[in-house]
């Protein structure tokens, strides 16, 4: 049956945390399966695409994003702080993306719009940090010139590795750090009219307006994207990627896609609607548990503001 397709709706998929040369290949197919059936507008890759930014890591990369690319899957991506050597010191600190470059893309501030979204991405990854991220002003100030000439109906959305606010990456109630120049940068994402913030790093699946996260952010929806296919997982969350349906800037489907051991189904799927700088969401099904999928799986945390 042929899908039908909606006007002025983008069907973005948002994956992260590749991590080639520590991640499971049966993965790996299982997901370019699920993205070439169902053949997104755009395929949004927050980062970390190898595990140690070695040469192999990134010819598997490159040949994975060569994949999707020839199936005629459009891609927006940027680099994480894995793509960074971390034992090779001088070419960390002379160097730091050129592999990146060389193999995935040259450009580390990517833009994207078409008639319903305009998406750009920022590079958080840097030498000095290890794992952590941080935008400086120029950027900040890329980010701010980028969308002031885009047309107000669209979507914004702004694509980072790191996540501009700290979030629940425990079980319990620790936080994780927020990007360096914090509040500088969600500043600038405010005065940009950011809609959407997409970001990935921590393995984790979460969504919260910004507004609840911190005072005075805006009206940004920040959603992020677990480990799409890395054996590196965080508190048992299983391997996943997020599918939007961006219908407009104040109405968004969420469904979080999980492998459950054998494919990738649907696990949850939430509409988030905005009324001034709030958004809230409801379920549009009765989410499955992870672990009626598969034997055995733990249960994935809500996604639910």
């Known amino acids: 049956m042929?899908?039908?397709?909606?006007?002025?709706?983008?069907?973005?998929?948002?994956?992260?945390?590749?991590?080639?040369?520590?991640?499971?290949?049966?993965?790996?197919?299982?997901?370019?399966?699920?993205?070439?059936?169902?053949?997104?507008?755009?395929?949004?890759?927050?980062?970390?695409?190898?595990?140690?930014?070695?040469?192999?890591?990134?010819?598997?990369?490159?040949?994975?994003?060569?994949?999707?690319?020839?199936?005629?899957?459009?891609?927006?991506?940027v680099p994480g702080n894995h793509d960074v050597p971390l034992y090779?010191?001088?070419?960390?600190?002379?160097?730091?993306?050129?592999?990146?470059?060389?193999?995935?893309?040259?450009?580390?501030?990517?833009?994207?719009?078409?008639?319903?979204?305009?998406?750009?991405?920022?590079?958080?990854?840097?030498?000095?940090?290890?794992?952590d991220g941080r935008i400086n002003h120029d950027q900040m100030d890329l980010v701010r010139d980028r969308f002031a000439d885009v047309s107000p109906e669209k979507t914004r959305i702004l694509v980072t590795h790191h996540p501009l606010f700290a979030m629940p990456i425990g079980r319990g109630s620790e936080l994780s750090e927020a990007v360096g120049r914090?509040?500088?940068?969600?500043?600038?994402?405010?005065?940009?009219?950011?809609?959407?913030?997409?970001?990935?790093?921590?393995?984790?699946?979460?969504?919260?307006?910004?507004?609840?996260?911190v005072e005075h952010s805006g009206g940004a929806l920040v959603i992020q994207a677990g480990t799409a296919t890395s054996t590196r997982l965080r508190n048992d969350e299983p391997q996943s990627f997020n599918w939007l349906h961006v219908h407009r800037n104040d109405e968004i489907e969420l469904q979080v896609i999980v492998w459950d051991g054998a494919a990738f189904r649907?696990?949850?799927?939430?509409?988030?609607?905005?009324?001034?700088?709030?958004?809230?969401?409801?379920?549009?099904?009765?989410?499955?548990v992870v672990g009626e999928l598969a034997k055995g799986a733990a249960p994935m945390n809500s996604v639910r503001p």
């Open 2 to 77: 042929a899908r039908i397709r909606y006007s002025l709706m983008a069907r973005i998929a948002h994956l992260s945390d590749i991590h080639f040369g520590a991640n499971d290949q049966r993965i790996v197919d299982a997901a370019t399966a699920w993205l070439q059936e169902r053949r997104p507008d755009l395929v949004v890759i927050s980062g970390d695409f190898t595990q140690r930014a070695r040469v192999a890591e990134f010819r598997a990369a490159a040949a994975w994003l060569n994949r999707l690319r020839a199936s005629g899957l459009r891609t927006l991506v």
């Open 266 to 288: 649907r696990a949850s799927h939430v509409e988030y609607r905005r009324t001034g700088q709030d958004w809230d969401g409801r379920d549009l099904i009765d989410p499955p």
């Open 88 to 131: 090779d010191l001088f070419r960390r600190f002379t160097r730091p993306l050129a592999r990146y470059r060389r193999y995935i893309s040259h450009d580390l501030c990517p833009f994207y719009q078409d008639r319903e979204v305009a998406i750009l991405g920022i590079n958080t990854a840097r030498s000095l940090t290890v794992k």
């Open 182 to 213: 914090h509040d500088d940068a969600v500043h600038a994402a405010c005065e940009a009219g950011v809609h959407l913030a997409l970001a990935g790093h921590f393995h984790r699946t979460y969504a919260q307006a910004a507004d609840r996260m």
